[in-house]
């Protein structure tokens, strides 16, 4: 077993601070992909509704002998599907997915994009609630919401998204963002947490750090994850880095270590704007 550390949600409800990413991987891939995981001791998966292996994900989730409630199972409603958004429409996404994973509840159900320019992500997180209020997500949230988004949620429910998942790693740190949600009791969840493995995990900074301490950059970039507080969901579909990236406890980056890296910061995106971004 890992010892994966974790936090505690605004609602009581317990996160593991890693979890297994699996965008891009395909349906036929994912079961293997997650049973991987899991036997490497992840707990937490993160698919979503337009990475089209909910039901991959589903069959590892059904073989596995590890009790459902200590797994920690996220999806997300893909909100460019449609022109407009009623609270039926989202109800019958949400039942989509459960059906299509094979569980009668998620942990966490997210918006995947605001569509700010749409503003229907009100109406949608509007059923969002109500489904947390059902009992059927233990907790939901938002993904790639900017501080106008979330002010307006919360402005207009009073309920307080328990997670916002967004682009985070060293080169786009999001240092404002996360300062607001830790003001407002948002969990940060990072996406690309390790930059996509492109040019980040080259930085000779970073080798250096990870040379310091016995460990592979990618080692390094979780651990400051964890070091800041953020869940992180690395992805991989090799059973080496798949292991690598969960063996990431045992040992701490310091102050320097945290300096160094923090002059990572090139304020750039992988992904897009989510001002911008409406794929319908
Ligand atoms: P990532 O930062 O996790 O990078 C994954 C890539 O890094 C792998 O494909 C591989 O090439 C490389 N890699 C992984 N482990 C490595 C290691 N130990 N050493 C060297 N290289 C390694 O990028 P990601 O897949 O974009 O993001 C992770 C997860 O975040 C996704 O799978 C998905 O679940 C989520 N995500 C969410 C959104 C969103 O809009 N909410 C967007 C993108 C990703």
């Known amino acids: 077993m890992s010892n994966v550390p974790s936090i505690t949600l605004n609602n009581g409800v317990v996160m593991p601070q890693l979890g297994f990413g699996v965008w891009q991987v395909p349906d036929d891939e994912a079961t293997a992909a997650v049973t991987t995981a899991l036997e490497a001791g992840y707990r937490s998966i993160d698919t979503a509704t337009v990475y089209e292996n909910e039901v991959g994900t589903g069959k590892a989730l059904a073989s596995t002998d590890i009790a459902r409630e200590e797994l920690f199972v996220t999806t997300k409603l893909w909100n460019s599907a449609s022109e407009t958004w009623t609270r039926e429409a989202v109800l019958r996404e949400f039942d989509a997915s459960l059906e299509r994973l094979g569980l009668d509840y998620v942990d966490l159900y997210l918006i995947h994009w605001p569509r700010a320019m749409r503003e229907d992500y009100v109406t949608i997180y509007r059923t969002l609630v109500e489904i947390a209020g059902s009992g059927r997500a233990k907790a939901i949230g938002v993904s790639n919401f900017k501080q106008p988004q979330l002010e307006r949620v919360i402005a207009d429910t009073s309920f307080v998204p328990a997670v916002n998942q967004i682009e985070l790693h060293p080169n786009f740190p999001q240092a404002e963002l996360r300062a607001f949600h830790a003001e407002h009791g ?89 001002d911008e971004f409406d794929w319908s």
């Open 186 to 274: 948002i969990a940060t969840e990072a996406w690309s947490p390790l930059g996509q493995g492109r040019g980040l995990l080259e930085d000779p900074t970073l080798a250096r750090v990870a040379a310091k301490h016995g460990k592979s950059p990618a080692q390094i970039v979780l651990r400051w994850h964890l070091q800041l507080g953020n869940v992180a969901i690395p992805k991989s579909v090799t059973p080496s880095r798949i292991k690598e990236n969960i063996d990431v406890t045992g040992f701490e980056l310091d102050a320097d270590d945290l300096a160094a890296i923090a002059g990572l910061d090139t304020g750039t995106r992988l992904g897009p704007d989510p």
